[in-house]
């Protein structure tokens, strides 16, 4: 059986049907921009956090979902960009300068508006490539698509505790616990998490970290190379015990 021939090229010089569409699919295989070397750099984040996201960072012109607020500082702290923050007035400026968030480079938005969010989201979208958003109302699917082609055109990332239908990635904490607390002594100290990430539609599962964030000093450090502070913490806690038991 002969493979069927495409018809003949239209006479005023145009692409046939069938070349447009092999175009099409050249221009969208991810293959072939590698190739060609066309491939839009991801912004980076902490090398803990690469295994999270299929493209190893951000990719431009997409949002991601972060059901964790100190998690998703952390994904913003690798970036090393310009970046701005809206609706929340109350993120924690010292954690996200611990993360690695250049301060400096930060645009605040604590209110948008319930009405003029969407308009502010416009504005800023062409004017820094990283944007943390809180979305006071909302998103439909019509408004994410309509916001994601304007990502897609001006190469911005969302980062976003909201749900937003169509999202490139959704990563969320599956387990935390903190250490540095005993029986009514100590402080926190730092905070164990698995995180898991999905793909658009629920594709792409089985990407899963586990990493302290924060550890002692506030930042992001992998499990691997902080196996002996639950020993440390356990041993401190076993003594602080004693001591206390002592006491009475």
């Not at 310009?82 to 611990?98: E, F, T, Y």
């Amino acid at each position: 059986m002969t493979a069927p021939t495409p018809g003949p090229a239209p006479a005023d010089g145009r692409p046939s049907r069938a070349e447009r569409l092999a175009a099409l699919i050249e221009a969208t295989d991810p293959t072939a921009r590698l190739r060609t070397g066309t491939t839009t750099p991801v912004l980076p984040v902490h090398q803990e956090l690469v295994p999270l996201l299929p493209d190893g960072g951000l990719r431009p012109g997409t949002a991601v979902e972060v059901a964790d607020a100190g998690l998703l500082l952390a994904l913003a702290g690798g970036a090393g960009t310009w970046a701005a923050v809206v609706g929340m007035p109350d993120l924690g400026l010292a954690a996200a300068h611990s993360y690695g968030v250049d301060l400096d480079r930060v645009l605040l938005v604590d209110d948008p508006g319930t009405d003029t969010w969407t308009d502010v989201l416009a504005a800023l979208i062409p004017a820094v490539p990283l944007i943390l958003l809180n979305a006071p109302t909302a998103i439909t699917p019509h408004l994410a698509q309509r916001l994601t082609a304007r990502l897609r055109q001006h190469q911005c990332v969302i980062l976003t505790p909201s749900y937003w239908p169509g999202s490139a990635v959704r990563i969320e904490v599956t387990t935390s616990s903190w250490t540095g607390l005993g029986q009514g002594w100590g402080q926190l100290r730092e905070r164990r998490i698995a995180a898991a990430s999905t793909g658009r539609n629920g594709l792409g599962t089985g990407r899963r970290v586990e990493v302290l964030l924060p550890d002692e000093h506030g930042r992001v450090r992998a499990i691997a190379d902080a196996d002996e502070v639950p020993v440390r913490e356990r041993a401190r806690a076993r003594a602080g015990w004693e001591l206390a038991a002592a006491a009475y």
